[in-house]
């Protein structure tokens, strides 16, 4: 009894594994188990030989268990130990930098632009880039003959011999939405459309590619006057300051009567400041629809009268922003980006309370 006591205590304390301590339990005290058979032979046994071998038999039992269950917590604790030996976190190490982006100018004013026009009943459209002529000049009123054609530069789509679809171009304003909207829509209509538009012009204020929004409100009596407030509400709560305007008669193909309009600015120390002084800016183009523009969105111009605009977005980014060079917006320099973008949680704030 001796040996088997020595053998099972020895083969329990070196196991190295639950695996193997189980196995040690079965052939110890397992119902075959080895201490187990001799149990049985007690019956066999006389009652003074019984009395003598059970209690120790009994006891052999009892500590072959209780080795058996200290040994398997001394293997779950070494297990655990090891876990935490490998998944250890050292709190203090200083975060992990996840790169941030910035939202461009471009983005952000647009995103400002709308919010304030929306707030003033205008829908947002949108037009494809691609073009046809027929959108992008005959149908504003602006016929193959006009120097309106060749004095905007415009990027024309190459064309493969005997491909007989409509000329198209890469749209050089937004004004050709005010057509698709007419179409889609009908009167009475409001609507803005913010969007890339293209011209072949490289300089410190212009890019080949730019940003425009375009306005068109048209219903049954809708005139210059209130074309001159939501210009000025919008000039206002664009600048968060109150922004005196001035309307010059110019000629736009689209419209008649046209008008180009400034805003009030200064200009000291080099650098403008708009809402201020006696200086004025050029920046944007606007007139009441041309019969002709109305009649080829389907829009009978004896009923139905109204006013449009287009701006410049990336302009008006650099005038809110201070910044002077236009060609940088699209350079992708990430320092640029960084020194001119925003933060995701600036979101528009319409300063004018409109
Ligand atoms: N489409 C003109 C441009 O790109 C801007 C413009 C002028 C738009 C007058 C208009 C308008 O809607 O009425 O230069």
Known sequence: MDDLRDKYLTAIATA??????EDLRVAAVGKKGEVSLQMRELGKMTPEERQAAGPKLNALKDEINSA??????????????????QEWLDVTLPARQTPQGTIHPVSQVTEEVTAILADMGFAVAEGPQIETDWYNFDALNIPSHHPARTEMDTFYMARADGDN???????THTSPVQIRSMQDHGAPIRIICPGRVYRADYDQTHTPMFHQVEGLAIDKDISMANLKWVLEEFFSAFFGTSVKTRFRASHFPFTEPSAEVDIQCSWEGGTVKVGEGDGWLEVLGSGMVHPKVLEAGGIDPAQWQGFAFGMGIDRMAMLKYGIPDLRAFFDSDLRWL?????????VPTLHGGL
Do not use: M
């Open 165 to 171: 679809r409509p000329p198209h171009v890469l749209r």
């Open 68 to 85: 058996l269950s200290a040994k398997k917590a001394a293997l779950e604790d070494a297990a655990l130990d090891a876990r935490l030996a």
């Open 16 to 21: 190295a594994d639950e695996a193997t301590l």
């Open 338 to 346: 960084r020194h001119y973008g925003f933060s995701a949680l600036q």
